[in-house]
């Protein structure tokens, strides 16, 4: 509540007139020490007032969608390549100010040069990996550096059958993989510590392809749709799945680079 009082511009007194109850008694909701909790008339009136649903106004949900609209806690969205490229801006936008968290499916989509994006995207059935990849790259393109927070988890298997051109990485071609592990070594140095890269070990944690947009959603890739994830507690969950993964990770943002070199020692 403390927010929507911030973001209105106005007073306790304007606030609380607004929403038809007495000042005394939303000085009393917004004490830190206090126990008290709003009515359900009240918390309708604020709703109403402030355009937020009740959902997020009771903590169940991490986004604050207009009263009108119905949030459920966990939704499956189907998209095509337009819809989900603009559904991606809408998240990343959205996610400003706060740290953006992924575990990707292969490469770090911010890192993939066009060869790889070609090689990877030559199906039509992956068109939501592309769109990802896409705005990925229109995001780098503008800024020259992520102008968000980044964490990115990746196993340490991945770029190693991609250095030595095994599983499905075996018709892509020597250049291109060298020259792929080379453009990454570039990027990590340039853009730590707003980029930071952390390999761990497939062998002793798993984990699936998914983003956590800050503490306002969170989208589990699961091969041209996301489970999107809007409940708190779930969103929560997910954070410390994350959190798990960096404290078990076997490289640091500290040694990124000298993984990814090590890794280029081994392209055949």
Known sequence: MALLISQSGNNLSQFSKSIGIDRSALSQFLAPDSTRLPRAETLCAISR??????????????????????????EIMQMNEEEATRKLEEWHREA?????????????????????????????????????????????????KPDTDMEVCIPMQTLELFAKGEGVWKELSRDVRQKQLEHMLKLVGEFYPTFRLFFFDQQAVYSAPYTLFGPLRAAVYLGNMYLLVNSVDHIKALTQHFDRLIRLATVGPDRAEEQIQNYLNQVK
């Open 49 to 74: 007032a402030c355009g937020v649903s009740l959902d997020w106004l009771m903590g169940l949900i991490a986004n604050d969608g207009h009263n009108d609209e119905i949030v459920p806690s966990i």
């Open 96 to 144: 400003i100010g706060y740290k953006i968290r992924y575990v990707p499916n292969t490469l770090p989509d911010l890192m993939r040069i066009d060869e790889v994006s070609e090689f990877e995207f030559k199906y039509n059935h992956l068109f939501i990996r592309k769109a990802q990849d896409q705005q990925a790259k229109q995001h780098l393109n503008k800024t020259e």
